[in-house]
């Protein structure tokens, strides 16, 4: 019976077929480069950076000048109007160019959106960048326009460095945290997002401004210190803004809504003695049972 019912069966496989994706990619290096730095900065990542370096300059340029005008003379600016004004830009800035990068207009905030993963990490370098060049120029702007007065808006503690770094670590937490509200949490009113947004730095500014000059910006407070070489309590405004910012970030993620309404529990055995109920094992989905806690 040797070679009449044998059964031999042979396979014959192209070899290309049998090729790792892997490998693939590692043969076109230049082309995963490429896909990989179109995925960081996709192609109108330039107008966010420079909608950010706009929306900055305007936000120092009226902040700070309307807070330089009121320390040089209050009967021209009023530290109220200094500080509606502030809030004012905050809010029309939003509406301006929030669609295009977000109006940040803030590293603190770039910081702490980035941390909650609503920014990504690569796209940080350029926002603070972009941040940092619309503040200083803006900076050098106003020394030029208000000259011979030399107060140009720059915040330094009004008290010790202590009370000033609490205030903006308060400040900032309040404004990041409705900032986090109505820009990442789609059951919130996004429509009125400026307005909230931008109330938010006018009521922090007027509570702060007297201690801490109400800054909860590090990019606010570093243009006109550079622009008058004035730099009391600089770490203040580094370190405060940016701590406030992360915990107002992490403290919505904690309590923002979810449609999970909870923690779920799939071991079968687990789901059997904690899930039962008089009327016996709830079943959530089609032959799935799950411990909602």
Request: aromatic share 8%.
């Amino acid at each position: 019976m040797e070679g009449t019912n044998q059964n031999a069966c042979t396979f014959v496989t192209d070899p290309i077929e049998l090729q790792n994706p892997t490998t693939l990619q590692s043969a076109s290096p230049s082309l995963s480069y490429t896909s990989k730095l179109a995925q960081r900065y996709p192609p109108g990542f330039s107008r966010k950076v420079f909608a950010e370096v706009i929306g900055t300059f305007l936000l120092v340029f009226v902040g700070s000048g309307s807070a330089g005008l009121s320390a040089a003379d209050e009967n021209t600016v009023s530290k109220l109007a200094a500080s509606i004004a502030g809030g004012f830009i905050v809010t029309v800035m939003i509406y301006s160019i929030g669609h295009i990068s977000g109006a940040h207009m803030n590293p603190a905030v770039s910081l702490a959106f980035a941390t909650v993963k609503h920014l990504p990490w690569p796209q940080v370098p350029f926002y603070i960048a972009a941040q940092l060049t619309g503040a200083i120029s803006a900076s050098y702007t106003l020394r030029e326009l208000l000259q011979p007065s030399k107060h140009i808006g720059a915040t330094s503690p009004a008290g010790s460095h202590i009370q000033a770094l609490i205030m903006e670590m308060i400040t900032t937490f309040t404004m990041v945290f409705i900032s986090m509200a109505v820009a990442t949490d789609v059951k919130a009113t996004g429509a009125l997002s400026g307005v909230a947004v931008g109330s938010s730095v006018c009521i922090a500014s007027i509570v702060g401004g007297p201690i801490s000059g109400g800054s909860m910006n590090p990019a606010r407070t570093l243009g006109p210190a550079i622009a008058s070489a004035s730099y009391k309590g600089l770490w203040v405004y580094f370190a405060g803004p940016i701590t406030g910012a992360l915990l107002g970030a992490w403290s919505y993620n904690v309590i923002k809504e979810t449609d999970q309404p909870g923690f779920v529990i799939s071991l079968p055995s687990l789901s059997i003695n904690l899930c039962q109920n008089p009327s016996g094992t709830e079943k959530v989905g089609k032959n799935d049972h799950r411990c909602l806690v």
